[in-house]
């Protein structure tokens, strides 16, 4: 991206058109701090107020001052649930070139993910994301370039590697971690994720494929709410609750839900800074445009490691981990004898920086940042990917491109809807 110094006031005046090809000014061109003093109060910036993003307006990372949605009717619900001084816009690029917001939430649907946050950090913001970090391999790869090359520090907010049980293991990660750390279970390992383990996937959310068009409603501008999407005439199954079953937008269940359940098995097998090497689907035909359901995913790491996504729940009797040496099922339970007692002896996983606040103050990476995130985002794009084609796929973790198939690798990096780039 690149980037054009200008005065603010002309910067604004761009942003008021949502057609405009955005270019971010660094906040210390704007006359702000490129961060919050440790003393000082930190602020921040709701983007995308519908869904998800209200959720964001109660976090308590520093004092909001600013919420922008580009539906009129979301952003007056959500002024209406804040302090009377945050200020509601509906075009993202104005809450950027506001120089006195450190933080910024995004909670747009996917397919904007990547978009604003290199934005938010070539305008010096920090950056608090939701999940799927990005809707493409490639904007992965360009999130994490913009935030080093600005020096910002990067939040995807799933949670589940640090903090909370972790689905129906009846435990948090930290002792998940000890275990595979100590080896009692041997090398490599097949880690099951499915209903059997206690897991509720969003199997069946799927597109429609019989949209007619409808009039797009006032309050909407849905021709900035598609932005770099393909266009494609308004329904209102596309917007809002129920984009996730479309394509263009996100990846139906595995890329509504799938980060939750595969950043933590990521950070399990350590595997933090590579990718799986092979990847087998199987899935029924899919619809070009609408997302459907899929039967199991395979995904196996150069050293043997295997992930499987039993969408169905076909193995009533499937292990959580499984080893060459033992197992551990759902609820924590394993077949190691005194299980319990060998891994209280155990000493603790390394520990993590899990506040977003001390974290942006000290310029500390937090536990789940743009480079781990984007790893364990890879694992859901290359589920989708190979449920989309409906094929077996050969990765290579270092070029993260795929191996002999072209097709494939056109949906790591796919062209964006005029004007809007990265």
């Not at 509601?88 to 995004?106: Q, T």
Request: glycine share 10%.
């Amino acid at each position: 991206m690149q980037k054009t110094r200008f005065s603010r006031r002309t910067f604004i005046k761009q942003a008021a058109s949502a057609a405009a090809v955005f270019t971010i000014v660094p906040r210390h061109v704007l006359g702000g701090k490129a961060y919050a003093a440790p003393s000082e109060q930190l602020t921040r910036a709701v983007i995308g107020v519908g869904g998800m993003g209200t959720g964001h307006l109660g976090y308590t990372d520093g004092k909001l001052l600013a919420v922008c949605d580009v539906d009129q009717g979301h952003l007056d619900k959500a002024l209406t649930a804040v302090e009377k001084d945050v200020k509601g816009y509906r075009d993202f690029r104005e809450v950027l070139a506001r120089p006195d917001i450190d933080i910024v939430h995004i909670a747009t649907p996917p397919h904007w993910h990547g978009l604003i946050s290199i934005a938010a950090a070539e305008a010096g913001k920090d950056i608090w994301c939701e999940k799927p970090m990005t809707r493409t391999i490639g904007e992965g790869n360009k999130v994490v370039e913009a935030v080093r090359r600005n020096g910002r520090i990067f939040r995807l907010n799933t949670w589940f590697r640090f903090n909370d049980n972790f689905y129906g293991m009846g435990t948090t990660v930290a002792p998940l971690k000890k275990l595979v750390d100590s080896g009692m279970l041997g090398w490599p390992l097949k880690v099951t994720v499915g209903e059997t383990t206690g897991f509720g996937w969003k199997f069946y959310w799927c597109g429609k494929t019989n949209l007619e068009p409808q009039p797009v409603p006032p309050e909407l501008d849905y021709d900035f709410w598609l932005g770099p999407a393909p266009y494609k005439p308004y329904h209102p199954h596309r917007v809002h609750a129920t984009f996730r079953g479309y394509w263009d937008y996100d990846g139906g269940g595995l890329g509504d839900m799938g980060q939750h359940y595969l950043d933590p098995v990521q950070y399990l097998l350590g595997k933090d800074a590579t990718s799986p090497v092979e990847i087998e689907v199987d899935a029924p035909q899919q619809h070009p445009d609408a997302a459907s359901s899929w039967r199991r995913i395979r995904m196996k790491y150069a050293d043997g490691c295997e992930i499987i996504l039993d969408g169905e729940g076909k193995d009533p009797n499937a292990a959580y981990l499984e080893g060459p040496d033992g197992k551990l099922f759902r609820g924590f339970a394993s077949d190691i004898p005194n299980f319990e007692k060998k891994l209280a002896a155990l000493p603790d996983p390394f520990p993590q920086e899990t506040d977003f606040v001390h974290a942006v103050k000290t310029r500390t990476p937090f536990a789940l940042n743009e480079a781990n995130g984007h790893r364990s985002c890879t694992l859901v794009n290359l589920g989708v990917i190979a449920v989309r084609l409906g094929r077996s796929l050969r990765f290579d973790p270092e070029t993260q491109r795929f191996i002999d198939d072209e097709e494939a690798n056109r949906l790591i990096d796919q062209p964006m809807r005029a004007p809007w780039r990265v």
